[in-house]
């Protein structure tokens, strides 16, 4: 299983031809959806035999599965692993949505956010890669949500209901993504601003 | 131009037979995206000849945007028009939320809300589509923008900035609409409590 030579001659080193082939699946689906993706799409794209694509991945919904886990390592190192040296609270909470803005903003990938971009195309498709997709959102929004824990634990903010909170910053990023892709970049500065309501201090007034 | 008949020796009548492919195309693209709308698939789902459906449409494209219109209209026939008596302002914003979550919850179409279900996956698209879908965001926010300002002058809320409250009661929604395909019904108050936050009268404290 690590070498496989495909009908066109070429020798596919089995990990490394994997990914080769997981990060193109990731373009092709944050542009044109992961319903979109097919073995025989990506082996054309990448001068590869279907069958060879096929030896790696077996079907297309372990492709599918392939793009979203290729996708979300990389959202881990592009966003959340930088964050990991900020101080619990605000000043992490910060330091995720600014990773997050130049993320989104020049992508790793061509659609842009790659959870953003699919999580409506599968919510009719119950299945696997559904549900690893809500598992990543579930994920993303759990840091916002404790992070939010940690400002109200620590005085820096009011309490507030942090789920609802982590609900709303999440469905904001999905629209700032959107309107990235449509050149939108004033986007950066609404989800900044968003953010921000949450994170005023305890005798703040109401947000604007 | 009134009449098609169909090679497989149906009588189209020109404007009802539209009315009823686009009727399909809006269910099909808000399940699959619009992007999957074919007249070949669309013409086999509804046991019609290709030629029929291509002498009605034309063009994919022509077909996707018979599309757009048709769910524009069934949108604003559901959500827009029948808030139109009740007093601009709070009174209107609530009225115009709770026919958009029963759009939104027991959709028209198979997919919900078809804007929010496919404006992401055309973000990458330039071209006529995308310039509909992105006119009809525009309209919505506008509308929510303009019922808010109505609020501001009113006196019934504090003054705030109507077009980034829109676009985050938009972004909610577009959220909300992906987590009733999911099966998550508590999407609805989530909705009502975010807009609700900002329709605290001006001597409210933050939000919660």
């Not at 959202?75 to 997050?100: C, M, N």
């Not at 803005?101 to 919510?123: K, M, W």
């Not at 809500?134 to 820096?156: S, Y």
Request: glycine share 8%; net charge neutral.
């Amino acid at each position: 299983m690590n070498e496989q030579v495909t009908t066109d001659g070429r020798l596919l080193r089995g990990a490394r031809a994997r990914q080769t082939i997981a990060k193109h699946a990731v373009d092709v689906a944050s542009t044109e959806g992961l319903n979109g993706l097919t073995i025989g799409r990506l082996a054309a794209d990448l001068g590869l035999s279907k069958s060879g694509v096929q030896t790696l991945f077996g079907t297309k919904e372990q492709l599918q599965l392939a793009a979203v886990e290729y996708a979300r390592e990389a959202f881990t190192e592009a966003v959340i692993r930088p964050a990991r040296t900020a101080p619990h609270g605000a000043a992490r909470l910060r330091v995720l949505v600014e990773h997050w803005i130049v993320y989104a903003e020049t992508p790793l990938f061509a659609g842009g956010c790659f959870r953003s971009a699919n999580i409506a195309d599968f919510d009719s498709r119950p299945g696997p890669v559904q549900n690893a997709l809500l598992q990543d959102q579930r994920t993303w929004r759990g840091i916002l949500a404790r992070e939010l824990r940690h400002a109200v634990d620590a005085g820096e903010i009011a309490d507030l209901d942090t789920d609802l909170a982590a609900f709303q910053i999440d469905a904001v990023m999905c629209a700032a993504n959107t309107a990235f892709r449509l050149g939108e970049t004033e986007a950066a500065s609404n989800v900044r601003r968003v953010v921000e309501q949450f994170l005023r201090p305890p005798d703040g007034d109401r947000p604007q």
